[in-house]
């Protein structure tokens, strides 16, 4: 195949994959692109071929080093494909994230005639996956600051997945499955969180309560939970997520013994709004704050209890159900 089939392949790979394609001729050192490249990187249309690297342009600084590395130019002596992703920021100032292949055009011979270059948009995929990552910290910063169990469960409720569950209570993840997890509830509360769950399910809403959970040493501990449903955006359940905290040993005082104040620190702070379903955004503006300044005392390990700002956010969380209070061990926990 000499370049020009190439060119007449690319268009089809367009409009069957929707992407964008590049190719470059190593003789001439010009390059050629199809109509959804430009429409891509948000760059008026060429025909012709072109000797600029128009895409250079609009990547993101920081990714330019990546992007070299992987634009097909200085790997014109490899034999293999080469995958990127990098960021480009458009004229309009819109920032987008693209996956790049690209691979050696070579003809019977073995002649490199140039490379052509498949471009994708995956913004959204970065985008959720960077949310699922921001998700599993926060899950993470819940059980470990508030003594907290946590679980998904499939739409149909009939999958329920939680490792600190089973951790807790000693059931296998199959005796959890179905309605199994309700036997490991204490048989008074027992019938009270099945018609909970039951009407949650129903009405398609979040669903709290107090009950207790008999655990692997066989004793029994109360236990604060909240169950809420994930969507699609086409408004079907993706899955149901929920939390609960132990609440056997929390003392209701916002104080410890000789009135020392409670630490608090910025995994504490976002944990309590996990228990909420909050955004960043949403608490910042609560407890009026900018998100920066939030992310910023999210991030913080130490104490914030002497900064004027967690006492904003103390009260907004306060108002809104959750409280931060001392545990025997000398922690801090949330209560709601």
Same mark, same amino acid.
């Given at each position: 195949?000499?370049?020009?089939?190439y060119?007449?392949?690319?268009?089809?790979?367009?409009?069957?994959?929707?992407?964008g394609?590049?190719?470059?001729?190593?003789?001439?050192?010009?390059?050629? +692109?199809?109509?959804g490249f430009?429409?891509?990187?948000?760059?008026?249309?060429?025909?012709?071929?072109?000797?600029s690297?128009?895409?250079?342009?609009?990547?993101?600084?920081?990714?330019?080093?990546?992007?070299?590395? +992987?634009?097909?130019?200085?790997?014109?002596?490899?034999?293999?494909?080469?995958?990127?992703?990098?960021?480009?920021?458009?004229?309009?100032?819109?920032?987008?994230?693209?996956?790049?292949?690209?691979?050696?055009?070579?003809?019977? %011979?073995?002649?490199?005639l140039?490379?052509?270059?498949?471009?994708?948009?995956?913004?959204?995929?970065?985008?959720?996956?960077?949310?699922?990552?921001?998700?599993?910290?926060?899950?993470?910063?819940?059980?470990?600051?508030?003594?907290?169990?946590?679980?998904?469960?499939?739409?149909?409720? %009939?999958?329920?997945?939680?490792? %600190?569950?089973?951790?807790?209570?000693?059931?296998?993840?199959?005796?959890?499955?179905g309605?199994?997890?309700?036997?490991?509830?204490?048989p008074?509360?027992?019938?009270?969180?099945a018609?909970?769950?039951?009407?949650?399910?129903?009405?398609?809403?979040?669903?709290?309560?107090?009950?207790?959970?008999?655990?692997?040493?066989?004793?029994?501990?109360?236990?604060?939970?909240?169950?809420?449903?994930?969507?699609h955006?086409?408004?079907?359940?993706k899955?149901?997520?929920?939390a609960?905290?132990?609440?056997?040993?929390?003392?209701?005082?916002?104080?410890?013994?000789?009135?020392?104040?409670?630490?608090?620190?910025?995994?504490?702070?976002? +944990?309590?709004?996990?228990?909420?379903?909050?955004?960043?955004?949403?608490?910042?503006?609560? +407890?009026?704050?900018?998100?920066?300044?939030?992310?910023?005392i999210?991030?913080a390990?130490?104490?914030?209890?002497?900064?004027?700002?967690?006492?904003?956010?103390?009260?907004?969380?306060?108002?809104?159900?959750v409280?931060?209070?001392?545990?025997?061990?000398g922690?801090?926990?949330?209560?709601?």
């Amino acid at each position: 195949m000499q370049l020009i089939d190439y060119k007449n392949l690319s268009e089809q790979i367009e409009r069957a994959a929707d992407c964008g394609v590049r190719i470059y001729d190593l003789k001439t050192q010009d390059y050629w +692109a199809t109509p959804g490249f430009w429409k891509l990187i948000g760059e008026p249309q060429i025909d012709a071929n072109y000797s600029s690297d128009y895409l250079e342009r609009v990547v993101d600084p920081s990714d330019l080093l990546e992007y070299r590395r +992987a634009s097909g130019v200085v790997n014109i002596h490899l034999k293999y494909p080469v995958s990127s992703k990098f960021r480009i920021i458009t004229r309009d100032k819109t920032s987008k994230y693209l996956s790049n292949r690209s691979e050696l055009i070579i003809d019977r %011979s073995g002649e490199i005639l140039g490379i052509i270059s498949i471009y994708k948009d995956v913004t959204e995929e970065f985008v959720t996956k960077t949310h699922i990552r921001r998700m599993e910290e926060l899950q993470a910063d819940l059980v470990s600051h508030a003594n907290a169990i946590s679980w998904t469960i499939t739409p149909s409720g %009939s999958q329920f997945d939680s490792v %600190s569950w089973c951790t807790l209570t000693g059931q296998s993840f199959e005796a959890a499955q179905g309605s199994g997890w309700l036997s490991a509830i204490h048989p008074d509360d027992r019938a009270v969180i099945a018609t909970g769950w039951s009407r949650a399910q129903a009405g398609r809403c979040a669903f709290t309560e107090r009950f207790r959970i008999k655990c692997l040493d066989g004793t029994y501990r109360w236990f604060v939970a909240r169950s809420a449903p994930t969507f699609h955006r086409d408004g079907s359940i993706k899955e149901w997520v929920g939390a609960g905290i132990d609440i056997e040993d929390l003392s209701p005082s916002t104080e410890g013994e000789a009135g020392l104040p409670l630490k608090v620190s910025g995994p504490l702070i976002r +944990a309590a709004r996990g228990l909420l379903n909050w955004s960043s955004r949403e608490l910042a503006e609560a +407890a009026e704050l900018t998100p920066a300044v939030l992310r910023t005392i999210e991030e913080a390990r130490s104490n914030l209890s002497s900064d004027p700002k967690i006492a904003r956010i103390m009260s907004v969380l306060k108002q809104n159900g959750v409280s931060f209070a001392l545990q025997p061990n000398g922690k801090t926990g949330l209560v709601i």
